[in-house]
């Protein structure tokens, strides 16, 4: 690890090069070339932070002065607290706006593709679910609680706007509806009366 945060300080001083580089060129074609190397360096070297955790590790020049050139990485617990907050006002949104339901048309307040909607929903569940564990780990508990009462309100959400589809009752055979009748003669009788009904 020493080895990663010495490699990360020292690229400060590349960044510092390229920036002074870029300011010299006129040249259109390797003013390009610089900008691309300068925000390539920039993007390996966050890239590389949140991969290796180096949660807050900033650059520095050779005289040890910072070099903000190569932001440092937020802190992981302040990304995963921003993460929830989003997090929570979709779902907040989804329940509040979404699929409310008003009192003037309760029935519009479904999915219209319950399958993959209930998928989604889910899904977000889930995702939830272990976002709250992570806050978990670290201590967070009260971050922790919300997300667990987050994935409950996905879940009745899901249960409420994607109800399953009605079980479709198949029709009697002609075998079954002659059993019925020798079983209970009067089923034919009414069944009589009532065609007679319909038909006058």
């Known amino acids: 690890m020493a080895g990663l945060l010495a490699c990360h300080e020292q690229l400060g001083d590349e960044a510092l090069a390229l920036l ?15 900008r691309r190397m ?14 290796l955790g180096l949660d807050g590790v900033v650059s520095h020049g050779a005289g040890g002065t910072p070099v903000t050139l190569l932001p440092a990485l937020r802190p992981q617990q302040e990304l995963l607290l921003e993460a929830w907050e989003l997090v929570q006002e ?14 003037r048309s309760p029935g519009l307040a479904v999915a219209r593709v319950p399958e993959r909607t209930g998928a ?3 899904g977000l569940r889930d995702g939830v679910l ?13 971050d922790a609680a919300e997300c667990r009462q987050s994935a409950e309100v996905l879940e009745r959400l899901e249960a409420r706007v994607c109800p399953l ?26 069944a009589a009366v009532a065609l007679q009904s319909a038909s006058g």
């Not at 272990?130 to 009260?142: K, Q, S, T, W």
């Open 165 to 190: 589809p009605a079980a479709v009752v198949p029709r009697p055979t002609a075998e079954q509806v002659i059993a019925a009748i020798r079983a209970d003669p009067a089923i034919a009788q009414a």
């Open 90 to 103: 979709s779902v907040e949104r989804l329940e509040g706006k979404v699929f409310t339901a008003t009192k």
């Open 120 to 122: 989604a929903l889910l």
């Open 38 to 51: 300068r925000t390539g360096l920039r993007d390996a070297a966050v890239h590389g932070s949140a991969v």
């Open 20 to 34: 002074a580089a870029e300011e010299e060129t006129t040249a259109e074609g390797r003013l390009a070339t610089i």
């Open 130 to 142: 272990a976002l709250g564990r992570e806050l978990d780990e670290r201590g967070l508990d009260e």
